[in-house]
């Protein structure tokens, strides 16, 4: 065990993370760099374009007498929950910082989910043979943000090679052997997956014990039982052993079908022991829904099977069937944030050649009702009486936005306008600042990432993380056409942005019926009372076309007629709301 380095590398998209691990692949001769790349070109379009880092396959590699084990972070911000279970698999993490580019925001994140764990920093500068590279300031910025000396900092090119030993030796040096936590096992699982013809394999660290091919085992937090059918190491391919050790990495094949019975962050530990599981273990909750429907009615089963087939690799995902009036059968589904929830209807879309229908995403609403009782609230209709409900919170966000200096004004001015409250400015040089912000969950839902880009010219980079719950005074708003209630264009809004929530759908309404023989009222109601309303104004048809000559009387007599005609018609609200409206209104 003395000899063995467990360490992850933390870097932003296109610092160079996948391109160092292959020279370290290749200097330690484990290299099956083919292979590698075949495994990660599938995902490479989707990931890229949402700005998120690929996923190494972890490696294990042999040199100078050491065992070296990469494991990698997940480099998507929905998943701070996964990083943190990566982080605590190993000893040691290798910031590794584009010279050109300099620190970014999710970097940082991670970086400081590291420092947290206490573990064992080793810096490297990337990409130092290109002209561009500023080591001066990027230097600055690193001994800045860890108090290391500038000697500290390895300075690489991982595409020449230039250096990458420095870093496997520095690895070596300074990463902490592993320590035996228990004699008996106790191994944590810090990532899963589901192989089609494997089920689920788990990626566990041993923190205790052995754990040997046959074995049986327990999994603490769902209580399941199973039998270990094979173990391995990464290399990176998986290859069977025996056994797997205290301080060890490697996969585990369960036998299992169901990802949500070996959850990322569980201990495993032998069916009788009374061990106890490792710390740290979360059963992670959607925060963000959002209605998915087909937008052809007859895809419905398509969409069924498409998403089954994708929650067998994504546990986090929560979803059920629905139905509504106006947009059909569908999935209410539940995300960990809104880039899971993106991806997940890219993939819909790319992967199974879905059309879709996705409503507003809304957040997961904490009530406490007056009977003391808790409910969580995520579909409007559900929303109780409001004389039931003592007070409602809303899941805020911890943002961090790094930014140059010069567009600090307007993404500040901005932030402000979406609810944010300033928590910190640092400066991480003398040009580049990192702005904090505690800010709803809800209003960085739709379009925020994009205007952070588009107001800074795309220089801005943001993380956010679940922060805490906060009091919102929310209402439910109903829309009603023809003084019938449309149950698919209910919403939850800020009381005090009722009227002007309101009125906006109203007026998109309005631009989108088609106008009847009669008159249409359009209000948005809150708790019986009307806050907005427009009129869609009548389509009169002319009945008295017919009559020749001036007979007044016969005229208004059919007027009459016509206009009682529309009342009783209007009355009875027989108004066919076509699906274009309603996805002009639903639609994000
Ligand atoms: P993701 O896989 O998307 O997370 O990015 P990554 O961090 O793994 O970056 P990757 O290794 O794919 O490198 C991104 C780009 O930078 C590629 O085009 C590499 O060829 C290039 N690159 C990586 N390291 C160096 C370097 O030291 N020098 C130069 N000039 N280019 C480099």
Known sequence: MANIRNFCIIAHIDHGKSTLADRMLEITGTVDKRKMKNQLLDQMELERERGITIKLQPARMEWDGFILNLIDTP??????????????????????????????????????????????????????????????????????????????????????GQGVTEVLKAICQKTPAPIEENKELQALIFDSNYDEYKGVVIYIRVFGGQINKGDRIKFCATGEISEVLDLGYFKPHWVSAKELNSGEIGYLVTGLKDLEKAQVGDTIISPKSQVKPLPGYKKVKPMVYAGIFPQEGNDYHKLREAILKLKLSDASLEFEPTNSSALGFGFRCGFLGL??????????????????????????????????????????????????????????????????????????????????????????????????????????????????????????????????????????????????????????????????????????????????????????????????????????????????????TRKRKLLEKQKKGKKRMAQQGKIDIPQEAYLAVLKR
């Open 339 to 552: 880039l899971h929830l993106e991806i997940f209807q890219e993939r819909l879309k790319r992967e199974f050649d879905l059309s879709l229908v996705v409503t507003t995403p809304t957040v997961a609403y904490k009530l406490h009702l007056r009977n003391k009782s808790e409910m969580i609230l995520t579909t409007p209709t559900e929303m109780p009486d409001p004389s039931h409900i003592d007070y409602i919170e809303e899941p805020y966000m911890s943002i961090e936005v790094l930014t140059p200096q010069e567009y600090l004004g307007s993404l500040m001015s901005y932030i402000t306008e979406k609810n944010g409250s300033h928590k910190d400015t640092k400066y991480l040089n003398e040009n580049r600042v990192i702005l904090s912000y505690a800010i709803p969950l809800s209003s960085i839902l739709v379009d925020f990432y994009d205007n952070i880009k588009s107001i800074s010219s795309g220089y801005a980079s943001l993380n956010y993380e679940f922060f805490d719950y906060r009091r919102c005074e929310l209402v439910r708003m109903d829309i009603l056409v023809a003084e019938h209630p449309v149950e698919a264009l209910t919403s939850l809004v800020y009381k005090n942005r009722a009227h002007h929530v309101g009125k906006s759908i109203i007026k998109k309404l309005k631009d989108v019926l088609p106008r009847a023989q009669f008159a249409i009222k359009l209000q948005a109601a809150v708790g019986g009372k009307i806050v907005a309303a427009e009129k869609i104004s009548a389509m009169r048809k002319d009945v008295t076309a017919k009559l020749y000559g001036g007979d007044v």
């Open 75 to 160: 480099g998507h911000v929905d998943f701070t929950y996964e990083v943190s279970r990566s982080l605590a698999a190993v000893e040691s993490a290798v910031l590794l910082v584009d010279a050109t580019q300099g620190v970014e925001a999710q970097t940082l994140a991670n970086l400081y989910l590291a420092v947290e764990q206490n573990l064992e920093i080793i810096p490297v500068m990337n990409k130092i043979d290109l002209p561009a590279a500023n080591v001066e300031k990027v230097s600055q910025e690193i001994i800045n943000l860890l108090g290391c000396n500038k000697e500290d900092i390895l300075l690489i090119s991982a595409k020449t």
